[in-house]
């Protein structure tokens, strides 16, 4: 089971064997524990939850301490599994990134940077009105949203892209190459962007 959660860090350049130079992102993830083993017949489906993350004791309940298997830990995930498949682990076990190797791919989900409230070029990528022509101040309006008798009937149709909240939202990063596994340290050397700022929970799965 690759499967370890851990808190975005700094960017920084890689370079391989190949001597090719490689942006990548660190990942400190301190060892997780296995907390429960989730079954089709108990629980209708099959997964591996772990706690990640130590913190104080006055932060948790006891009910949460006693489920971590006597440690006061702050982030809890799943990692479902086939139907058929049987888990690797047992509850009270240890994961630590040494599950994973340089070259595998992974992917990595996390909440993105929050932006605010942004215009429709910025969110959605819209080039704006024309800047010739007598038009003064539209170079970054929507334009229409309503529509004839044809496409909506002369209404706003439900969906359409306007301005808005944007980030903030959990982001999967597919493909990722595992550079360097650092169990000492606790350290994954991710190519490629993660999504969210420096501190962000991130979990990484194989």
């Given at each position: 089971m690759k499967f370890i959660l851990g808190t975005k860090g700094a960017m920084l350049t890689v370079f391989t064997d190949d001597g090719r130079a490689h942006a990548a992102t660190v990942v400190h993830a301190s060892a997780a524990t296995v907390t429960q083993i989730k079954t089709k017949e108990k629980?209708?489906?099959?997964?591996?939850?772990?706690?990640?993350?130590?913190?104080?004791?006055s932060r948790v309940n006891k009910a949460q301490v006693g489920h971590a298997q006597g440690k006061a830990l702050k982030h809890f995930r799943e990692y479902r599994l086939e139907e058929e498949a049987k888990p690797d682990v047992e509850a009270g076990a240890s994961i630590d990134v040494s599950v994973f190797t340089p070259g595998d791919l992974?992917?990595?989900?996390?909440?993105?940077?929050?932006?605010?409230?942004?215009?429709?070029?910025?969110?959605?990528?819209?080039?704006?009105?024309?800047?010739?022509?007598?038009?003064?101040?539209?170079?970054?309006?929507?334009?229409?949203?309503?529509?004839?008798?044809?496409?909506?009937?002369?209404?706003?149709?439900?969906?359409i892209r306007m301005a808005g909240r944007m980030g903030g939202e959990r982001v999967t990063v597919k493909n990722l190459v595992v550079l360097q596994a650092i169990p000492e340290t606790g350290e994954l050397v991710l190519a490629g962007a993660v999504p969210g700022r420096r501190g962000t929970l991130v979990e990484v799965r194989g």
């Open positions: 629980d209708g489906y099959t997964s591996v939850q772990i706690g990640a993350i130590e913190t104080k004791e992974v992917a990595v989900s996390a909440i993105s940077k929050g932006k605010g409230f942004q215009g429709v070029v910025k969110r959605h990528g819209f080039h704006g009105g024309s800047r010739t022509h007598g038009q003064k101040h539209s170079e970054r309006e929507p334009g229409a949203i309503g529509g004839g008798g044809g496409r909506a009937g002369g209404r706003v149709a439900k969906g």
